[in-house]
Structures are given as structure tokens and as C-alpha cells.
């Protein structure tokens, strides 16, 4: 009688080192996937080096022109814009910014959270891109991708300005654009861009 006592509260334990050891598993395995999404790059894109004549979209004249390719259900876009705001606080007198939301005829995206966001940002001009034509003809791929051209009309720069989806703060893409409005020569014109496909199929 003794003997058993002592045998099923060694066995309990033994199961609830395993569930516990199941579990912990399981939450690391979750989080590691969690970490890979997060920080795994969209799809590149390889945008025109000089600026399409057919482009329904106007340079900045007397000013490099900044444009941004949103899909306006793509919750990572939130940290894009919010470092988008952050750029056109320093520079807003240097560029001509617009934000370019990937949608189909009908869908109510002025109505937006993402629309309204980039409306409210000092020179910066929303732009419906109904059939995603002009994101098919600046290559855009990822929500979020970001386009920096010159007086000239030649791209300077091409990418993300966050560090992973939905992630906000100092980051490569958002310090090589404030060089090239400052004036300087940034180690690279490029940088990776997180977000949700620009194929609204998808």
C-alpha cells in the first residue's frame, strides 16, 4: 500500500514534466516563427531608373518626388506610414510626397485608416491606384515599398523605410532617404521592404 503511494506521484510528475516540456516547445516554436515572419523581407521590386513618360503620377518639379505603394488592409503599413511622418517632419519643403493605395474600382479606401493617416500628413497626397496600374508600373510589389526620384526624374532610391513588419524606429531604409534629402551620399540607395503583397488576389 506504502509502495504505491509512493509510485503515482512519481508518475505525475513525469507527466507534468512532459506537458510542461510540450508546452514550452510549443510557445518557442511560436515565437521563433513569429520572429522569422516578422523580420522575412516581401517580394523585391526592380522599379523604372528613370520615370515613366506614361505614368499618370507628376514629379516633383523643382523638388525630388517620394512615393509610397500602400495596401490599404495590410496592417504592417501602419509602421510604414508612421516612418513616413517622421521623414516628411524633417524634409516636407524638399519633396514632393504621395502615397499610392493599391485598390479596385468601388472599394471605399478614402474611407481608411491608412488613407486618412496619410492625409493628415503635412504635403503628402493620397492617390487611389484603381487596378494597381501605377503600382504595376513603378514594380511595387510590397505594401509599404517606397520610391525616391530626383529633380531629373531618375531613382535614387528604391525599398522599405521600417525594419520588419510592423516595426517601428531607426532603421536603414528611412536614414538612406534622409541622407539623400540632406544632401549626402548614403552607403547604399536600397533596402529591404516588409509588408503584405501589393496582389490584392493574394
Not at 516636407?92 to 485608416?113: I, N, Q, W
Not at 526624374?153 to 528611412?174: A, M, P
Request: glycine residues 10%.
Amino acid at each position: 500500500m506504502s509502495s504505491a503511494v509512493q509510485v503515482l506521484p512519481r508518475a505525475n510528475t513525469r507527466r507534468w514534466v512532459v506537458a510542461v516540456a510540450v508546452w514550452a516547445c510549443a510557445v518557442l516554436a511560436s515565437t521563433v516563427g513569429l520572429w522569422s515572419f516578422k523580420f522575412t523581407p516581401g517580394q523585391a521590386s526592380g522599379s523604372p531608373r528613370s520615370w515613366p513618360a506614361e505614368s499618370s503620377l507628376a514629379l516633383g518639379g523643382d523638388r525630388p518626388t517620394l512615393m509610397m505603394f500602400v495596401r490599404p488592409d495590410c496592417l504592417c503599413s501602419r509602421a510604414s506610414l508612421g516612418e513616413l511622418a517622421v521623414l516628411v517632419s524633417s524634409f516636407r519643403e524638399d519633396v514632393a510626397t504621395t502615397v499610392v493605395f493599391r485598390s479596385t474600382a468601388g472599394d471605399p479606401v478614402e474611407a481608411s485608416e491608412y488613407w486618412r493617416r496619410a492625409a493628415s500628413l503635412p504635403g503628402v497626397t493620397p492617390r487611389r491606384d484603381d487596378a494597381g496600374r501605377e503600382t504595376e508600373r513603378f514594380a511595387a510589389k510590397t505594401s509599404g515599398y517606397t520610391v525616391l526620384y530626383d529633380r531629373a526624374g531618375t531613382l535614387v532610391f528604391s525599398g522599405g523605410i521600417t525594419g520588419g513588419r510592423g516595426h517601428s524606429g531607426d532603421n536603414q531604409g528611412r536614414s538612406r532617404i534622409a541622407a539623400l534629402l540632406g544632401g549626402t551620399s548614403p552607403d547604399r540607395n536600397d533596402s529591404p521592404v516588409f509588408g503584405c503583397s501589393l496582389d490584392t488576389s493574394q
